[in-house]
């Protein structure tokens, strides 16, 4: 078990940020709110998931909808405890611990600031080691845990429940049309598990490998080495191309920010171009005809002297950055993961899916 504090809530921020894969929205206000708890007195354990009992009540937490909206809409910060409170109200009991469903981006954090607001401890994983756009693509779901009952909050805590679906995809569908209605940004409680369920489905100790990504780019910075490298170092990751953004293409339909951008080479990248599309996520990157690295392995853009992770929604002309391809944990490689998780569940069916060599994590002392 440990405690966050000031500094691991800016490490966990960097690491998820990077882990994100461009979406999952931004860890800041995640990082700021949870700050202000722990100034003001909050305890917020992480406990490793092999010391949290088989029969505790486990739930997820977080927001869901489009990262854009998170920028431009800031919500009260306790939605996902509003939805926390139905589902409870719902099963007639209380839960336990509360685990994220994405370690990357805005989700590694606000699950925090509930367990805080909450005085509940987080378990250390989630459900996907990096960030996906859509529900179904977790491995609890993907493994067998059933994806209802779930609940939804918005800004003025309305809530929605479902109180049962026939599987997450359908979940998706209904849960994206409600969170549109409810301005583009949701707080959502799902699934509640056993803990037995959670330790066969989560994938371990990602809370404290975005630990060691932020601490080790904070140090790297400080010492004037290479944060980049050092993130390599951590992560078991590759350098796949380092440019400056010069287009990038941005919409939102169907509750996604959508979009492709293009990064003209520099260094050793001199005089090739880069292009990745993104749906929330980045997708797939390309250098020509070529295809470098896809889902659900990790293409992570971060700035080329910082590391800074740079999410979709900041993205813009001029940027000079680096894109770092990450393996993707074990749990997503499996034939039943890629066909939630792969190029064609992305809508690039012809698309093989070739795994970047190396080891998820594999520099981290987790």
């Excluded at 056993?194 to 080790?216: C, N, V, W």
């Excluded at 004037?224 to 990038?248: N, S, Y």
């Amino acid at each position: 078990m440990w405690v966050v504090d000031e500094g691991r809530l800016e490490h966990i921020a960097i690491g998820a940020g990077i882990l994100g894969t461009g979406g999952g929205g931004n860890p800041y206000y995640g990082k700021l709110h949870a700050r202000r708890l722990v100034r003001d007195g909050a305890v917020i354990e992480v406990v490793p998931p092999d010391e949290v009992p088989d029969d505790a009540l486990v739930v997820s937490v977080g927001t869901m909808g489009a990262p854009t909206v998170g920028v431009e809409r800031i919500g009260r910060g306790d939605e996902p405890l509003v939805a926390l409170r139905a589902l409870e109200h719902h099963l007639g009991r209380k839960a336990t611990h509360i685990i994220p469903s994405e370690i990357g981006g805005g989700n590694s954090t606000k699950p925090m600031v509930i367990a805080a607001m909450a005085g509940l401890p987080v378990v250390d994983g989630d459900a996907m080691g990096r960030a996906f756009p859509e529900l179904q693509m977790d491995t609890f779901s993907i493994y067998g845990v059933p994806i209802t009952p779930a609940a939804l909050a918005d800004i003025y805590h309305n809530v929605t429940l479902f109180p049962y679906l026939k599987d997450a995809l359908t979940l998706e569908r209904y849960a994206r049309a409600v969170t549109i209605q409810m301005g583009g940004s949701a707080g959502y409680a799902f699934p509640g598990m056993s803990g037995a369920e959670m330790k066969r489905t989560a994938i371990p100790l990602t809370l404290t490998l975005a630990d060691e990504i932020g601490r080790t780019v904070i140090s790297a910075r400080s010492e004037h080495t290479d944060p980049v490298q050092r993130v390599l170092d951590v992560t078991g990751g590759r350098a796949l191309f380092t440019g400056k953004v010069t287009d990038v293409q941005r919409r939102m339909a169907a509750g996604f920010a959508r979009g492709s951008l293009e990064i003209e080479g520099t260094g050793d990248s001199r005089g090739m171009t880069m292009g990745i599309d993104f749906q929330n996520e980045n997708l797939i990157a390309r250098t020509g005809n070529e295809i470098i690295a896809v889902v659900p392995d990790l293409i992570c853009i971060v700035d080329q002297e910082t590391a800074e992770p740079v999410t979709t929604e900041v993205l813009r002309y001029g940027l000079r950055v680096a894109v770092i391809g990450i393996p993707a944990p074990e749990m997503l490689k499996t034939p039943e993961a890629l066909a939630v998780v792969g190029p064609a569940a992305f809508g690039y069916p012809e698309v093989e899916y070739r795994p970047l060599p190396g080891v998820y994590g594999q520099g981290a002392t987790t």
